[in-house]
């Protein structure tokens, strides 16, 4: 797995892609095949061969964190969010084989190269009317029905709480680069990116205003929505979905959906806190863990892409009061010389920063160093049971809870694509 160089505990020596050509062999490569980068004389004819140019790009996350938390403290707070997603090992964007099987019959050497280069292909691409301008976001879109958004107010979506676009335009030659280098192998990091945000491919939304939200949001991506990775459609709304030109079908778009179930799974800290490896949740316990991802293509939304991602019980840490930290003190720092340990560190930690949260992976827990899970509405934090097999109470409307005066536990989960 590549690591990229980030702001983490754990740094890995980004890969820099090397330069050189893409080189194509072509039969009849006589002296007049090489007049001109694109076959045929006329603007009308390079214009209809654009035309029908495929769409170039193919994208996924490879990883997904959930935090259950919400409320006042956690509102606005740095660190916190609802879902954040990426790509840092075997994701990212990649050019389509068949983008690149189309480009090479319509592509010819520019005299006196005798080779295609990268650079023929970017500026191809970028003139394409079913590539210009996309851009990636990330969203909770309706299962079926994928240029329908989840808003928080019901209202229009608004950018960084409905949705957010990452990195910058596909065809910015700076994006494009490593894609188109890699030679359909997937880029994660975009070193030529303008601001060290736009370097990474990951984005975050955010449905934490309160505790009945986030229990509404969890039942909604359960029953009927998706978290969505989309392109920009071409100059319209900010957050409609790109879809196929001619397309009439409206389960269809660019993209993948990955629909995410969640339950009252048992996390290791209660495992450690009652010494009881068999132990499970009291009944009432939320459904706020992540358990499962099924990755589908928008393309084709009745097919499953075949992308198995895992959520292991290893990787759902309880979120703890900064009052209570002490239960959750700091691992030694020789465990920094075992391999499993650094590599599980690495991957909350492509989330979970080391300025914002304070974490145990031997105990498997978190303390966010602003901001708090579990403030009421009076600004008060209220006592917590990180023990899931004892009673607590969750407090929303309707849902069935015990008459103790215990906060139910929230929860980091961490899902990942194999």
Same mark, same amino acid.
């Given at each position: 797995?590549?690591?990229?160089?980030?702001?983490?505990?754990?740094?890995?020596?980004?890969?820099?892609?090397?330069?050189?050509?893409?080189?194509?062999?072509?039969?009849?490569?006589?002296?007049?095949?090489?007049?001109?980068?694109?076959?045929?004389?006329?603007?009308?004819?390079?214009?209809?061969?654009?035309?029908?140019?495929?769409?170039?790009? &193919?994208? @996924?996350? !490879?990883? =997904?964190?959930?935090?259950?938390?919400? *409320?006042? /403290? $956690?509102?606005?707070?740095?660190?916190?969010?609802?879902?954040?997603?990426?790509?840092?090992?075997?994701?990212?964007?990649?050019?389509?084989?068949?983008?690149?099987?189309?480009?090479?019959?319509?592509?010819?050497?520019?005299?006196?190269?005798?080779?295609?280069?990268?650079?023929?292909?970017?500026?191809?691409?970028?003139?394409?009317?079913?590539?210009?301008?996309?851009?990636?976001?990330?969203?909770?879109?309706?299962?079926?029905?994928?240029?329908?958004?989840?808003?928080?107010?019901?209202?229009?979506?608004?950018?960084?709480?409905?949705?957010?676009?990452?990195?910058? &335009?596909? @065809?910015? !030659?700076? =994006?494009?680069?490593?894609?188109?280098? *890699?030679? /359909? $192998?997937?880029?994660?990091?975009?070193?030529?990116?303008?601001?060290?945000?736009?370097?990474?491919?990951?984005?975050?939304?955010?449905?934490?205003?309160?505790?009945?939200?986030?229990?509404?949001?969890?039942?909604?991506?359960?029953?009927?929505?998706?978290l969505s990775l989309t392109y920009t459609a071409f100059r319209a709304s900010a957050y409609a979905a790109r879809v196929p030109a001619g397309n009439t079908d409206p389960t269809v778009a660019y993209g993948k959906g990955y629909f995410l179930n969640f339950a009252a799974d048992v996390a290791p800290y209660t495992i450690l806190a009652?010494?009881?490896?068999?132990?499970?949740?009291?009944?009432?316990?939320?459904?706020?863990?992540?358990?499962?991802?099924?990755?589908?293509?928008?393309?084709?939304?009745?097919?499953?892409?075949?992308?198995?991602?895992?959520?292991?019980?290893?990787?759902?840490?309880?979120?703890?009061?900064?009052?209570?930290?002490?239960?959750?003190?700091?691992?030694?720092?020789?465990?920094?010389?075992?391999?499993?340990?650094?590599?599980?560190?690495?991957?909350?930690?492509?989330?979970?920063?080391?300025?914002?949260?304070?974490?145990s992976v031997d105990r498997r827990c978190v303390v966010p160093k602003s901001g708090s899970c579990y403030m009421n509405n009076a600004g008060t934090e209220e006592t917590v049971e990180y023990n899931q097999v004892n009673q607590c109470y969750y407090g929303v409307s309707g849902v069935p809870t015990r008459n103790v005066t215990n906060?139910?536990?929230?929860?980091?989960?961490?899902?990942?694509?194999?």
């Amino acid at each position: 797995m590549r690591t990229v160089a980030r702001n983490y505990i754990l740094k890995g020596t980004g890969a820099l892609l090397g330069a050189g050509m893409l080189v194509f062999a072509f039969q009849n490569c006589g002296k007049a095949g090489f007049d001109q980068a694109v076959e045929g004389s006329s603007v009308g004819t390079v214009d209809a061969k654009s035309s029908a140019a495929p769409f170039a790009y &193919d994208a @996924t996350f !490879d990883q =997904i964190t959930y935090n259950s938390c919400s *409320g006042t /403290g $956690a509102t606005n707070k740095p660190g916190f969010f609802t879902i954040k997603a990426g790509a840092y090992a075997n994701g990212g964007v990649a050019m389509r084989p068949e983008f690149l099987t189309y480009a090479k019959s319509k592509l010819k050497p520019v005299y006196p190269a005798t080779d295609i280069t990268v650079e023929q292909l970017k500026s191809f691409v970028a003139g394409t009317p079913e590539n210009s301008e996309a851009t990636l976001q990330m969203s909770i879109r309706t299962r079926g029905a994928p240029t329908s958004m989840l808003t928080a107010s019901g209202a229009v979506p608004a950018v960084g709480l409905d949705f957010t676009n990452l990195m910058s &335009d596909l @065809t910015d !030659d700076r =994006i494009m680069e490593p894609i188109f280098r *890699g030679l /359909g $192998a997937y880029a994660n990091y975009f070193p030529l990116a303008v601001t060290s945000a736009q370097k990474l491919m990951e984005a975050s939304i955010n449905y934490n205003k309160d505790i009945g939200m986030a229990y509404s949001v969890r039942n909604e991506l359960v029953n009927s929505r998706m978290l969505s990775l989309t392109y920009t459609a071409f100059r319209a709304s900010a957050y409609a979905a790109r879809v196929p030109a001619g397309n009439t079908d409206p389960t269809v778009a660019y993209g993948k959906g990955y629909f995410l179930n969640f339950a009252a799974d048992v996390a290791p800290y209660t495992i450690l806190a009652s010494g009881n490896a068999a132990a499970q949740p009291e009944i009432y316990n939320p459904n706020n863990t992540l358990v499962s991802v099924q990755e589908i293509n928008l393309e084709n939304p009745a097919a499953a892409t075949g992308a198995a991602w895992i959520c292991p019980q290893s990787r759902r840490y309880v979120i703890m009061r900064t009052q209570d930290a002490a239960a959750c003190p700091a691992d030694s720092f020789d465990r920094l010389a075992d391999a499993a340990y650094r590599a599980e560190l690495e991957v909350i930690r492509r989330h979970l920063r080391p300025d914002q949260w304070d974490i145990s992976v031997d105990r498997r827990c978190v303390v966010p160093k602003s901001g708090s899970c579990y403030m009421n509405n009076a600004g008060t934090e209220e006592t917590v049971e990180y023990n899931q097999v004892n009673q607590c109470y969750y407090g929303v409307s309707g849902v069935p809870t015990r008459n103790v005066t215990n906060r139910c536990a929230e929860y980091i989960s961490i899902c990942n694509r194999n």
